[in-house]
């Protein structure tokens, strides 16, 4: 059985930090991408950030300079480090690892939410 399952979450004033944590079972994560996606209120779910299984990494050019994903194989573990957070960063944030070669289908883990104040 998959389960990613996503932590980290939480309420932050603007300028603030968070580091979400995605822990996965049930997949090869070391083979795999993994994302970070995020929907807000009235919009379409958007990527966040993503990084390969040999480490590459790209993000959306609203988090860039501000967003670092990275993953660590031993734990079976993505994280996203969030600085400089936004009130437009509000948003329930999904991690997710995509069909593949050793995955039959997208995987979805439940959602953290992430509230920043103004």
């Known amino acids: 059985q998959v389960q990613l399952v996503e932590s980290g979450g939480g309420l932050v004033q603007a300028g603030g930090s968070l580091r979400l944590s995605c822990v996965a079972s049930g997949i090869m994560f070391r083979w795999n991408f993994m994302g970070w996606y995020r929907q807000a209120p009235g919009k379409q779910r958007e990527l966040v950030a993503i990084?390969?299984?040999?480490?590459?990494?790209n993000y959306a050019d609203s988090v860039k300079g501000r967003f670092t994903i990275s993953r660590d194989n031993a734990k079976s573990t993505v994280y996203l480090q969030m600085n400089s957070l936004r009130p437009e960063d509000t948003a329930v944030y999904y991690c997710?690892?995509?069909?593949?070669?050793?995955?039959?289908?997208?995987?979805w883990g439940q959602g953290t939410q992430v509230t920043v104040s103004s």
């Open positions: 997710n690892s995509p069909r593949s070669p050793t995955n039959a289908r997208d995987y």
């Open positions: 990084i390969t299984a040999g480490g590459s990494t």
